[in-house]
T-cell receptor, first 117, second 111 residues
Framework: DSGVTQTPKHLITATGQRVTLRCSPRSGDLSVYWYQQSLDQGLQFLIQYYNGEERAKGNILERFSAQQFPDLHSELNLSSLELGDSALYFC????????????????FGEGSRLTVL | DAKTTQPTSMDCAEGRAANLPCNHSTISGNEYVYWYRQIHSQGPQYIIHGLKNNETNEMASLIITEDRKSSTLILPHATLRDTAVYYCIVRPSNTGNQFYFGTGTSLTVIP
């Protein structure tokens, strides 16, 4: 058990809909990361938050957004869903997150499997 | 970002050592090498990391060449539960703490 909790574990929805994925990081971790893993793309970094502030963006679509709340949990919002958005979405947390800080490995949750029909 | 090259797949007999190579010839002096593994759609799991020296923990050993252009992850006594995709990652020194995963090596431990 990594200590990172993601909900829901499974989600089935239709094209055009909007969903929200939730992540609770390990106790005390300030950084939260979101990754997308689809069959043909591997693990793709989407976005990182550090203590409530956006820290880095990766291959995140404009239809997707995220935020980190004062209690450090994070949500990933996916809107106008398309078939190609079907994937596993992983959240990870780390105790560090600023450039030059090499102390922290990432701890991953078990993922949220999104199926868009 | 320093890129890594790993074999697409490898087999290993149960009980034998599994040696997983990784090439990172463009690594910079202050970039670390990290290894993660992912067991069938579970969340990736941290294994080990190192900078210059060889490292060992309860899961594995990491051997980094003197020129740091390549490394080898060693699982000393592979079990069936070690069947997974293994990712070698070089962490950039100028973009915070993000990890960029490549395609990894799919290791199959054979009974």
């Amino acid at each position: 058990d990594s200590g990172v909790t993601q909900t829901p574990k499974h989600l089935i929805t239709a094209t055009g809909q909007r969903v929200t994925l939730r992540c609770s990081p390990r106790s005390g971790d300030l950084s939260v990361y979101w990754y997308q893993q689809s069959l043909d793309q591997g693990l793709q970094f989407l976005i990182q938050y550090y203590n409530g502030e956006e820290r880095a963006k990766g291959n995140i679509l404009e239809r997707f957004s995220a935020q980190q709340f004062p209690d450090l949990h994070s949500e990933l919002n996916l809107s106008s869903l398309e078939l190609g958005d079907s994937a596993l979405y992983f959240c990870a947390s780390s105790s560090s997150g600023l450039a030059g800080d090499y102390t922290g490995e990432l701890f991953f949750g078990e993922g949220s499997r999104l199926t868009v029909l | 970002d320093a890129k890594t090259t790993q074999p697409t797949s490898m087999d290993c007999a149960e009980g034998r050592a599994a040696n997983l190579p990784c090439n990172h010839s463009t690594i910079s002096g202050n970039e670390y090498v990290y290894w993660y593994r992912q067991i069938h759609s579970q969340g990736p799991q941290y294994i080990i990391h190192g900078l210059k020296n060889n490292e060992t923990n309860e899961m594995a050993s990491l051997i980094i060449t003197e020129d740091r252009k390549s490394s080898t992850l060693i699982l000393p006594h592979a079990t069936l539960r070690d069947t997974a995709v293994y990712y070698c990652i070089v962490r950039p020194s100028n973009t915070g703490n993000q990890f960029y995963f490549g395609t990894g090596t799919s290791l199959t431990v054979i009974p």
